[in-house]
């Protein structure tokens, strides 16, 4: 399947060296965003497990820190 893009204004089929950059730049945006969305996760876990030993809500924590 050929792809389209605008080039300056002008719709037209990418080459084949166009869309090959184009899948590789999808594949490495979709790792980031994996990568992204776990760390995101990991810290979430982390802070969660801080105030479990603490004993306190994500609430009383900002009115300490607050």
């Known amino acids: 399947m050929t792809m389209r893009t605008n080039d300056?204004?002008?719709?037209?089929?990418?080459?084949?060296?166009?869309?090959?950059?184009?899948?590789?730049?999808?594949?490495l945006a979709e790792?980031?965003?994996?990568?992204?969305?776990k760390?995101?996760?990991?810290k979430a876990i982390a802070?969660?497990?801080v105030l479990d030993r603490l004993g306190i809500t994500a609430?009383?924590?900002a009115l300490l820190l607050g």
């Open 8 to 27: 300056n204004g002008t719709d037209r089929d990418m080459t084949e060296a166009e869309q090959t950059a184009h899948e590789a730049w999808q594949k």
């Open 31 to 37: 790792a980031e965003a994996k990568t992204v969305a």
């Open 39 to 42: 760390v995101a996760a990991d």
């Open 47 to 49: 802070k969660q497990a």
């Open 59 to 61: 609430d009383e924590a």
